[in-house]
């Protein structure tokens, strides 16, 4: 597929191989925070705009699909405070995509009292406005309650993912959805999540153009 001219690392790039789909780990909101002298609940609101952000860019470079983390089960571990910050940022969230274009699944254990009760009529794909790029989001996610589920795997409505980056500087998947990330490169930026920037995605696209793409042939 035909990418559009962007700026990578300060040279102009054009984009031949744009991933169907890119899945997000959005992760460095606390520390984020605490950086900034501000609690660690706080940094979830203010990694929502970064989100928005991506999510444009995304639909202008004609991707696909597009997968973001909101939470996990294991999250959910912290404390009260923090956990209800990301909740109220996960619900946030959908309520200002709901105002844009845009094919919407919310997929998490909804059977557990942390999955906020105003997404649960997203678990089905919902389409908003004109509809045209899927986006997946995951809350109250686990990677071995996707795989357990009584009526198979949980997340069989999203593709295999491409392209994966993961901001904060961590090299894990973190239970990322693992069925569909078997083939999936990964690109890890050091920035933190709430500090994202054009740059940083145009940077994990041009290291994506190099990447083999043989799936194993």
């Known amino acids: 597929m ?18 169907r789909h890119i899945g997000v780990i959005p992760d460095g909101n606390r520390r984020w925070a605490v ?11 203010h990694g929502i705009g970064p989100g ?10 004609g991707v696909e699909e597009l997968t973001l983390y909101g939470f996990t ?19 946030d969230a959908v309520m200002e995509l709901a105002e844009r274009d845009a094919e919407l699944l ?10 906020p009760e105003e997404l649960k009529p997203l678990t089905r794909r919902t389409c908003f406005g004109k509809g045209g790029i ?13 795989l ?5 795997l949980a997340s069989q409505d999203i593709s295999r993912i491409d392209l994966i980056l993961r901001w904060g500087g961590m090299r894990r998947l973190s239970g990322f959805l693992p069925i569909q990330s078997v083939y999936a490169d990964i690109y890890v930026l050091d920035e933190l999540w709430p500090e ?20 194993g042939g």
């Open 52 to 61: 928005f952000q991506l999510y444009d860019l995304c639909r202008n470079l």
């Open 134 to 146: 899927k986006v997946n989001f995951l809350v109250n996610y686990g990677w071995d309650w996707d």
């Open 2 to 19: 035909e990418g559009l001219n962007s700026e990578a690392n300060g040279k102009k790039q054009h984009f031949k191989r744009i991933p």
């Open 73 to 91: 089960l294991d999250n959910t571990k912290r404390p009260a405070e923090q956990k209800w910050a990301f909740q109220q940022a996960c619900v």
């Open 35 to 45: 950086n900034c002298g501000l609690e660690k609940k706080d940094g979830y609101q």
């Open 106 to 115: 919310v997929i998490g254990n909804d059977k557990s009292p942390c999955f």
């Open 196 to 215: 994202f920037t054009e740059e940083q995605f145009y940077r994990g696209l041009a290291w994506y153009q190099h990447q083999d793409q043989t799936l």
């Open 148 to 152: 357990t589920c009584e009526e198979g």
